[in-house]
């Protein structure tokens, strides 16, 4: 972690620095095509390519994603190594992609975006469970699919604001106007302590899951089977974009968990990430 801080403080230095020598180009124009993928966790993501001028921070900026999230996304990147051409995964939220043409809609200020399709998508699945729309503007955009659907298509679902995408949470993904944001930014400045201080951080991705039936327990905490006891963890909601620290309390049982299941939290926890259902899909940082 210590190595992923002075990355993005490097980045906001070289981004300041370029912001005087000359402008960047934009992150998207009107001319270009953003492509998007889902991974096997049904998670979107798009591929940039870098352009003259651009840094971690800008695109980051644009994207509405913090530059931490990028770097873990592209591990073989560095925050002020970027060279025009490169390559960088990009998570897409939701909320960034426009599906529908409002009125006075100009396309001077917008990107298409496409869905390439994977194997065993059907049009239905992608118009009404991908991107909640109907079957018949999905065909209306793809002449295309008259003549059948496969792997590897490319069909046209909607558009990105030239202006980026709006981020509504504080630094790091917390939410400033929730009720526990005070505790959660206390845990996150502690995770951030001890791992300047030397800690060594561990990655992982994988199923977090919190048990429904105690849903009236309303302190933030978490079980995980390696953390050290009493130290904070850091968990991502890759879907919301929200990411919580909270205190490691002990450890849960595998066989008593769902399968696949890396660490398991309060409701309260798993309520401030945005979660639903009791089992859904992380990214963790953790220390021993």
């Given at each position: 972690?210590?190595?992923?801080?002075?990355?993005?403080?490097?980045?906001?230095?070289?981004?300041?620095?370029?912001?005087?020598?000359?402008?960047?180009?934009?992150?998207?124009?009107?001319?270009?095509?953003?492509?998007?993928?889902?991974?096997?966790?049904?998670?979107?993501?798009?591929?940039?390519?870098?352009?003259?001028?651009?840094?971690?921070?800008s695109i980051g900026k644009f994207f509405g994603v913090p530059v931490e999230r990028i770097l873990f996304y592209n591990p073989g990147k560095k925050?002020?190594?970027?060279?025009?051409?490169?390559?960088?995964?990009?998570?897409?939220?939701?909320?960034?992609?426009?599906?529908?043409?409002?009125?006075?809609?100009?396309?001077?200020?917008?990107?298409?975006?496409?869905?390439?399709?994977?194997?065993?998508?059907?049009?239905?699945?992608?118009?009404?469970?991908?991107?909640?729309?109907?079957?018949?503007?999905?065909?209306?955009?793809?002449?295309?699919?008259?003549?059948?659907?496969?792997?590897?298509?490319?069909?046209?679902v909607g558009w990105i604001s030239l202006n980026g995408v709006k981020n509504t949470k504080g630094p790091g993904g917390v939410r400033p106007r929730?009720?526990?944001?005070?505790?959660?930014?206390?845990?996150?400045?502690?995770?951030?302590?001890?791992?300047?201080?030397?800690?060594?951080?561990?990655?992982?991705?994988?199923?977090?899951?919190?048990?429904?039936?105690?849903?009236?327990?309303?302190?933030?905490?978490?079980?995980?089977?390696?953390?050290?006891?009493?130290?904070?963890?850091?968990?991502?909601?890759?879907?919301?974009?929200?990411?919580?620290?909270?205190?490691?309390?002990?450890?849960?049982?595998?066989?008593?968990?769902?399968?696949?299941?890396?660490?398991?939290?309060s409701p309260a926890a798993a309520g401030y990430l945005g979660a639903i259902d009791p089992k859904f899909y992380t990214e963790i940082e953790y220390?021993?």
């Amino acid at each position: 972690m210590r190595k992923h801080i002075l990355l993005v403080l490097t980045s906001l230095l070289i981004h300041a620095m370029q912001a005087q020598q000359k402008p960047a180009s934009p992150v998207l124009t009107a001319r270009d095509s953003v492509i998007m993928t889902l991974d096997e966790a049904n998670r979107m993501f798009v591929t940039h390519t870098v352009r003259a001028g651009q840094s971690l921070y800008s695109i980051g900026k644009f994207f509405g994603v913090p530059v931490e999230r990028i770097l873990f996304y592209n591990p073989g990147k560095k925050a002020g190594a970027l060279s025009i051409g490169d390559k960088l995964t990009i998570p897409l939220r939701k909320r960034a992609i426009i599906r529908f043409r409002r009125k006075n809609f100009n396309k001077k200020k917008y990107a298409p975006l496409f869905y390439r399709v994977r194997k065993g998508d059907t049009a239905y699945g992608i118009a009404k469970r991908i991107f909640k729309m109907p079957v018949d503007s999905l065909m209306a955009r793809n002449r295309s699919l008259k003549n059948g659907i496969h792997p590897g298509q490319l069909l046209h679902v909607g558009w990105i604001s030239l202006n980026g995408v709006k981020n509504t949470k504080g630094p790091g993904g917390v939410r400033p106007r929730h009720p526990l944001a005070g505790e959660v930014y206390r845990e996150r400045m502690r995770f951030m302590k001890d791992t300047i201080n030397g800690r060594k951080i561990y990655q992982q991705r994988g199923i977090a899951y919190w048990p429904k039936d105690n849903v009236q327990n309303g302190s933030l905490y978490a079980l995980h089977r390696h953390a050290k006891i009493g130290s904070v963890i850091k968990v991502t909601n890759p879907m919301t974009g929200i990411t919580l620290y909270a205190r490691v309390v002990g450890r849960f049982q595998p066989r008593k968990m769902p399968a696949g299941t890396k660490v398991v939290l309060s409701p309260a926890a798993a309520g401030y990430l945005g979660a639903i259902d009791p089992k859904f899909y992380t990214e963790i940082e953790y220390y021993r």
